[in-house]
């Protein structure tokens, strides 16, 4: 499918791609009128709160000023109220305000130290549950900290709007509360809490539990699942019954699966749920990935199966329903167009009602078109191909650079590919062809097609990129001389697994990745979810180690390609030490090389400047390489 692109206006700039605002967090108000949504200041700490009507009948309008960050717009229970989170009393601290429509006021709600993390409208129409770290404390041991303990705990608080009295929820002890949701009818909360809010062991230790929100009284409903999330409540033959998203059970990395109790309430899909969505006055919603597209599905209360209401091209996101479901709003994109919220039926069509960067339609874009092919084993395939910018697959071969997304788990949908990480677009724009892999081990194919990376990273994967690349020389549309790759996160690991097993490649960079799984393991943030990838521990005893076998420091004396080593200084995810490692063992072998250390940044790029600086040194590098 390829979409029409608009008439050009202007060169494509750095500064284009990473001042572009982005819609974010829309909600849909209970009655179905209204939608508020946030707008993000890309690369700089600012945001701000907007409505418009639901039908499109009147233009957006902006609620606040966008000096502060304000995010997460939630509404009151009778759509009369707007509450959302605003660090304008203290830079990087979020705080509750609470904004009524009728007189356009907002008022701070809270002023806790240590700031708000969520908050939920109860649907008493005074009470506000929200999730909050203790108020910090001086120790006079500031900068020691007891491992395993060093991380503040959030609590569940219950804040009266009316006497502005906050209580905490002492029944769940230490846990860690990471999500919740009320009853539609007024009754328990349902809320999800880890034994830590470290990642890992936290997502591996999720539990439910229903807090009475008059007495704070706890029922401890038991283990969920891994990186359980998203509960919600529906009804079925007048009974109420819980509902989440965790990962298929039996596994630690797979497909996600919605489930209920003990039933997995979408086994066998061919697809992946995405997003699950609470209906106050039916059965929920939920967004599923559906090869390079996504779809909306409604769960079936009698055959406890998701039936599919509709289907768009691309990416759909954020999804919010009216309190009938008759009504939802959310973030779309498709090839052309950023994310973008819309809203309307929820059987279609949608309507689009923001429009964050409108500087952006004028640019010459690279036409985007779907791939589709066989795997080595047969395995069917899909993935997109951006051509350069004003030409077409008669005038190649191209320099051809391949991205490679994150994850595993993740999946590049039919949408508009500009970001600093993700620049299809921006490389397109300086002549390559772009070649965006989906090999397995990613979402939007089922549980089977998403569990085929745990323990054998850069196995059929990696075939599985070769042979879309093999596709795009045989159709001359790549040259097989002028070869790229690039990826951040898993994406990065696949990068430098590339010019570690293959020298076909004439240049590399890798964004936040892995040079060895056996130090992910021990080191990063999802600990043994990255050890169930990599395949396996270093203390499982003196070795051999699957995860050495799978890891590219293993290899980096046959690397010969030149790689651009992409990495931020406080990224504890993936730490900063797998770049180390990396450059040490690429300078010990004499291998063409350049590490960037980002100070500031975690796993991804939030400051302007480094945004910036990423994108021109990425597009650098290639020209150097690739069109010498």
Sequence with gaps: ??????????PLTAE????????????????????????LANGRPHGSIWLTAADGGTPPRRLTDGTAREFAPKWSPDSAALLFTSDRAEPGTAQLQRLHLASGAAEALTSWRGGVRDHHPLLDNRTVALLAEDEPRDTGLDDARVWGRHLPVTRLRLLDLETGALRTVDGLGDRHVVELTQRPDGGPLAVLSWSTPELDPGVRTAELHLVDPGTGAVQDLGPVGFEAHSPVWWRQDGDWHLAHLAVTPGHLVGGLAVISGQQNLTAGLPVCPTELVQVADGPPLALFADGLDTALYRLDPESRRFQRVTAAPGTLAGLTASRTGETVALLASTAYEPRNVHAG?????????SDTAPELRGIRWGVQQRLAYQAADGLQLDGLLILPAGRTREDGPFPLVTLVHGGPYFRYADEFALTPVDCGQWLAAAGYAVF????????????????????AVGGDEWTDILGGIDLLVAQGVADPERLGIA??????????????RSDRFKAAVTGAGISDWGMQAGTGDWGLLDAELGGSTGWEGPGPHVHDRNSPISYAADIRTPVLILHGEEDTNVPLGQAIHFHRALRHFGAEHELVVYPREGHGLQERAHQLDALRRTRDWFDRWLKA
């Design 345 to 353: 039926p929820t059987g279609g069509p949608l309507r689009r009602l």
């Design 487 to 500: 990826g951040w996160s898993h994406g990065g690991f696949m990068a430098a697994w590339a010019v570690a």
């Design 1 to 10: 499918m390829v979409q029409p692109t608009p008439e050009p206006t202007g």
């Design 436 to 455: 965006l892999a989906n090999p397995r081990g990613g979402s939007g194919h089922g549980h089977e097609f998403a569990v085929a990376a745990a323990g």
């Design 16 to 39: 284009l791609v990473v001042d572009a605002a982005t819609a974010a967090a829309p909600a849909l108000s209970p009655d179905g009128r209204l939608v508020a949504y946030a707008v």
